[in-house]
């Protein structure tokens, strides 16, 4: 049977980017599986494209041109393989285990939380789980980084829990990503982060295509103008939060025999964790298998934790936000939950542990003029 693809916490992963980079000064090392370019760099841009794994990168070379070209390869995302999950390690220099972002919708103890929106079924839940003790650590190694992001994701929870202390350029058109950018570099800052969510809002609702194509015509052309405007031995640095598949209609239902003994449900459909009633976890475990072993991975908490998908270590407070029994989809499916619903159904998903979801880019562009 196919095994799951786990993240290189120990090595190139995104959780080690940036303490590789903002490292304490005459102790930093830059480890052999970052790119070539950012070796001795006066200044440095890391830019996170949403949603573009490094598989979907190589099989759509000839929209992506300028990132083609881009000196480096391939490193790992987290587990889950999920926005919330992986942009906080890349800003934290934490594992999940370690930060706490444990999924897309996670089990605080009295209620399951979309960690997007910071929100249930009934409303804003900031103040019943404020961001900085849900997710404690400061981002950037404690540093004030600027950070050119969409305006609109200033004044949100998930922004205060993993980027707060930062300094926000929010941007409103695209355009202005490159523009803002060069613009710190002028003024001097050595890092600056910066993130785009185009790919994988087009991966969603469209899927794979003429859409999508023309979405990575889009960000290769953003990835040029950004490199236009590095200053004198500055180099972009470009990642990616996770990769996606193709999913569309193929969604699984649990069978009865699966969620009779199923309380409720967290994650996404790609990392499903169920939750069993007082009791049931043997059961409910047994049953997964029994249904869905042909389809998917189906481990215990405990598996999971002691097989290192979250990191070498992983908190108390982490731990209690998982399931008991997950479920990852090695083939193109998801599993669905009646609670876990959006404006639209989602075309390409993310979240689970293969190849396509976990490889993300790692690519580098110096300038020297």
């Not at 992983?314 to 731990?319: E, G, I, L, S, Y």
Request: glycine share 10%.
């Amino acid at each position: 049977m196919v095994q799951p693809r786990l993240p290189l916490y120990a090595g190139g992963n995104v959780s080690a980017i940036v303490p590789a980079l903002l490292g304490p000064q005459g102790t930093r090392v830059i480890p052999a599986w970052m790119p070539a370019p950012v070796e001795a760099a006066r200044s440095v841009v890391l830019l996170v494209v949403d949603g573009l794994g490094w598989h979907q990168l190589q099989a759509h070379k000839k929209f992506l041109p300028t990132l083609s070209s881009m000196a480096g390869g391939s490193i790992t995302t987290v587990a889950p393989t999920t926005t919330v999950t992986a942009l906080t390690s890349i800003t934290t220099g934490l594992a999940p285990g370690e930060h706490g972002m444990m999924g897309y919708r996670m089990d605080m103890g009295r209620q399951v939380v979309q960690m997007l929106r910071w929100a249930d079924d009934k409303g804003d839940l900031r103040t019943s789980y404020p961001p900085e003790i849900v997710q404690p650590t400061p981002p950037f190694m404690g540093s004030a980084i600027p950070v050119v992001s969409k305006a609109e994701f200033d004044s949100t929870a998930f922004t205060a829990a993993h980027l707060r202390g930062t300094r926000s350029f929010g941007w409103r058109a695209a355009s202005s990503i490159a523009v803002t950018v060069g613009s710190l570099l002028r003024a001097g800052h050595q890092f600056v982060y910066a993130y785009y969510d185009g790919v994988d809002k087009i991966a969603h609702e469209r899927g794979f295509g003429d859409f999508y194509e023309a979405e990575l015509r889009t960000v290769d052309r953003l990835i040029g103008d950004i490199a236009e405007q590095l200053t004198p031995d500055s180099v972009l640095l470009v990642t990616a939060d996770h990769g996606q598949v193709h999913v569309g209609d193929n969604t699984i239902v649990p069978h009865p025999d699966v969620v009779a003994g199923v309380s409720y449900q967290s994650g996404e459909g790609r990392f499903r964790w169920l939750h069993a009633k007082g009791g049931a976890t043997e059961d409910v475990l047994a049953a997964a298998k029994s249904h869905y072993a042909d389809v998917a991975w189906v481990v215990s908490r405990d598996e999971a934790i002691e097989g290192g998908w979250f990191g070498p270590r992983v908190t108390d407070a982490a731990r209690k936000r998982l399931g008991d029994v997950a479920l990852l989809p090695f083939t193109d499916t998801s599993f669905e939950d009646a609670g876990d619903t959006g404006p639209f159904q989602l075309v390409c998903r993310h979240g689970s542990l293969t190849e396509a979801e976990v490889d993300v880019p790692l690519l580098a562009f110096r300038s020297n003029a």
